[in-house]
Structures are given as structure tokens and as C-alpha cells.
């Protein structure tokens, strides 16, 4: 049974950073491509980040770029997002996902098989 537990998450300024971790098991973890997603109060769930198996390409929204960085290690079973620079619009669920397909997911929600059960980002002004 594959498990992504998210961690990391919690109440900040406008300006701090914070850094979410996904523990991953059950599968090997360097077979599979990770992503990050969020989904704010009212809102769909949007894409973040992703990268590849070996996290050597990544992707980005474009409301993110520049501010947040996605990192694994795969002897950890671990994906990273790197969040600099929060602002209020932030403000999310975030989750993570891996996709056991693909080399990358991508922006795709669809392509990703697996979900955390997502950690809470809180931005205040």
C-alpha cells in the first residue's frame, strides 16, 4: 500500500518561508514522479510543482516560479517544497502526489495515482 504523509506545513507572514516534506512508502521511490498541488478555500485544486524520477526537471505555475523549488532525495523517500517569499494567496492545502506511469506528471492532476492527505499553509498579511 503506497502512503505519502505530507509535513511541514503551518501559520506564517507574508514574506517567511516554509519547507513541506512527503515522506513516501510502498513503492520504490525512485520510480515515481512527484508532484505538488494546493487547494485553497472555494477553489479547485491547482498545480504547484512536479518533477522527474530523478528530480533533474521540474515544473512550475506560473504564480509560484521563482519563489518555490521543488527537491527530492530519493535515499530518503522524501519530495521537498521550498515555499520563499509567502503571500496571503498562498494560503492552501497543499498536497503531494506521485504518479507511477510517468517519468513526469507534470501539471496534469490526472496523471498522479497516489495523494496525501495534505498539510495546511496559513499566509497572513
Known amino acids: 500500500q503506497v502512503q505519502l504523509v505530507e509535513s511541514g506545513g503551518g501559520l506564517v507572514q507574508a514574506g517567511d518561508s516554509l519547507r513541506l516534506s512527503c515522506i513516501v512508502s510502498g513503492r520504490t521511490f525512485r520510480n515515481l514522479a512527484m508532484g505538488w498541488f494546493r487547494q485553497a478555500p472555494g477553489k479547485e485544486r491547482e498545480f504547484v510543482a512536479a518533477?522527474?524520477?530523478?528530480?533533474?526537471?521540474?515544473a512550475f505555475a506560473n504564480s509560484v516560479e521563482g519563489r518555490f523549488t521543488i527537491s527530492r532525495d530519493n535515499a530518503k523517500n522524501t519530495v521537498y517544497l521550498q515555499m520563499n517569499a509567502l503571500q496571503p494567496e498562498d494560503t492552501a492545502v497543499y498536497y503531494c502526489?506521485?504518479?507511477?506511469?510517468?517519468?513526469?506528471?507534470?501539471?496534469?492532476?490526472?496523471?498522479?495515482?497516489?495523494w496525501g492527505q495534505g498539510t495546511q499553509v496559513t499566509v497572513s498579511s
Open positions: 518533477c522527474t524520477w530523478s528530480g533533474g526537471s521540474t
Open positions: 502526489a506521485a504518479a507511477s506511469e510517468t517519468y513526469f506528471g507534470g501539471s496534469r492532476s490526472e496523471r498522479y495515482d497516489y
